[in-house]
Structure formats: C-alpha cells, structure tokens
C-alpha cells in the first residue's frame, strides 16, 4: 500500500506515557513494559492508559505518529516489530497490517462484545471506538427541507461555491474509498469531477470545516460526527450554531469507520496484550470514548454523548472496513480530478 519513500518517511518518536518513570525506559524498546504503536493522539490515549495500569498493574511504553506510517513501520519490521499492539486511528491502517498477515487472533472477550461491521472478518482485529461521515451545515443558509439525501446530490448546480472539503485529510480520502467499493470507479471519478466543478472550498482538516461554518464562512462541508461536538464543548452550546445532518442508509456519506487495535503475532506479551484490548471495550473506557470524545461506543448499552443520534441509525456503506486500507486508486482519482 505504502511506497518505500513513506514507510522512510517514519516520523514518530518514542514517548512515554505519563504514568511512566523514566524517558530512558521508553526509549528502550518496552523492556518489561507492553509495547504499543499508537496512532491515536497522546490526549485520546494516555488518560485510558493510565487508568489500564492502575486497575493492571502492566505499564505501556507508546510510540505515537500517523496511523499510516506506524502501519508501513510494522510492515517494513515485519516478525521483528518491537510493538506488542497496534493502535490505529482508522481501519485501513489495521486492514493494511492485517492483509500482510502480522495480526494474531484478538481475544474472545473483545469480538465478541463488537459488532461484526466494526471488526476483521478473522477476528484479527477490532474497532474500539466510531465515527460517521456527515454534512456539517449552517442553518441560517441551508433550511433543514433543502439538506441533500445523498453526498451524491452535491454535484448539483445549488452547491456551487457553497461546499467545502478536506481533500488531504485521511477520514475524507476513506470515505472515497468507501465510495469505490460500493458505487464503483465511473460513478466515483463522476461525482469527484462533479464535486472539483462546483468549485468547492478546501481545507486542511476538519475542525477547520466545522468553525467556517459555525462562523457564516461556510454552507455546508464533508467531516466526521464529532467535530461539531467538540466545538460546542470548547465554545458552548449557545454559539454553536452549526449542525450535523446524517445522509441516509447506505450513502457512502454515511461511512461509519473505526479507532481500533489488534496483536502483533510476534509480540512476546500476548495475554498482557489481550488486556489491554479488553480494557479498551469495557464500560470505563467506552464511556471515556463517548463521553470525552464525542465517539460511538462500540459496547452495546453504553450511552453515547447527549445529542448523538444512536449507532443503528448512522448505517452507512456495507463493507469489510479493512479494504479502507486500498487507497492508491483513491489517491490517483484525487489526482485525475484536481482535487488533490
């Protein structure tokens, strides 16, 4: 998936987690410590971890860095790889280290709490926390009754000059992925040539999305459920005036990808591995994902965030989302369309 020039690209860097003693001791590759790859930032991960290590007793050492590259990283270390747990911001991340055949089973007591849309077929990995695509809107410039049922109906001549995307952004390119998988490469290379005419707005990421149009900058954009949620605990509820609008069924605006984890076959702690896992699906961390986060817990009868529709009604694409992993078509259609 990765060319050599990005798996060089490497560019995480050991880091200790809080609870940890010393700089020298996670520098050493774990030691008597689990070793995790994380591409979940330091703020997502270290408060569960700490708490894992309070209730366990096991200390982590965490190597942070972009999902992708921690992919190519154990790819390119292959049966030497120093981690012990690969912990992925996206499911493409770990569909990529689970076709290479490096994951070993993931423990009972996790898949068989996760639904299986959010885990491998083989049970090599699992999802721990989710999020849906959706349309983030002003409501002062699009009434409710005018919102689009499907990202498809965003080519029209109404969304011209009004939409704004991420392109350069992971969960934007998955979702294309997603599009390929289920409308096919016409249909997709279509709508990415109907989206680039309609002269969209770019944006580096999502959160820049969501403040444009909470600011009257905006109409409406492409992002991920929790950005809007994440605004309105930093701002306040009274000026957000953004929302969040869920394409309907299948839609691959829809898209529901996963955080997740799996065990590295070679890793030499495995029961302390499954640990973690298991930490990571029960009730203390999944309400930490939803509450903290603004995240779909993945445990049924955990509550998710207050405002949050619940997870049975963000259905999305039906795919193995491990095939997110394939984004090299992604990338060239990006490319052939100019939106990259």
Request: a neutral charge; one cysteine or more.
């Amino acid at each position: 998936m990765w060319s050599g020039a990005v798996r060089r690209a490497l560019a995480g860097i050991w880091l200790p987690v809080a609870l940890l003693t010393t700089v020298l001791a996670a520098c050493s590759g774990g030691g008597d410590r689990l070793t995790l790859y994380s591409g979940r930032a330091e703020v997502q991960v270290e408060p569960l971890l700490e708490e894992f290590t309070e209730a366990t007793g096991i200390e982590v050492s965490v190597r942070y860095g972009a999902s992708a590259e921690l992919a190519a990283q154990i790819a390119e270390e292959g049966g030497r790889s120093k981690a012990d747990v690969f912990w992925a911001q996206d499911a493409g991340a770990l569909g990529a280290v689970g076709k290479a055949g490096l994951f070993g089973p993931a423990p009972p007591a996790v898949t068989e709490v996760v639904d299986t849309r959010f885990r491998a077929p083989d049970g090599t990995w699992s999802g721990l926390s989710g999020r849906a695509r959706v349309v983030v809107y002003d409501p002062r410039k699009v009434p409710a009754g005018e919102l689009p049922a499907s990202v498809f109906d965003l080519t029209g001549p109404k969304w011209k000059g009004r939409l704004g995307i991420a392109p350069t952004n992971g969960s934007f390119q998955a979702f294309v992925t997603a599009m390929l998988i289920t409308a096919g490469e016409g249909r997709t290379r279509d709508w990415l040539r109907g989206i680039k005419a309609n002269d969209p707005k770019t944006y580096a990421s999502n959160d820049l999305i969501v403040k444009a149009a909470n600011e009257g900058q905006l109409d409406l954009g492409l992002v991920n459920h929790y950005y809007l949620f994440q605004l309105q605990s930093e701002i306040g509820p009274d000026k957000t005036i953004a929302r969040n609008h869920y394409t309907a069924g299948s839609d691959p605006g829809a898209l529901v990808n996963v955080a997740g984890a799996g065990i590295l076959k070679s890793s030499k702690r495995q029961a302390d591995a499954a640990r973690l896992l298991e930490y990571l699906v029960s009730e203390p961390a999944q309400r930490h994902f939803a509450q903290e986060n603004f995240e779909y817990p993945l445990r049924p009868g955990v509550p998710t965030a207050a405002g949050l529709p619940p997870l049975q009604t963000a259905q999305g694409p039906s795919i193995n989302l491990g095939d997110l992993a394939d984004l090299d078509r992604t990338l060239e259609l990006l490319r052939q369309t100019g939106l990259l």
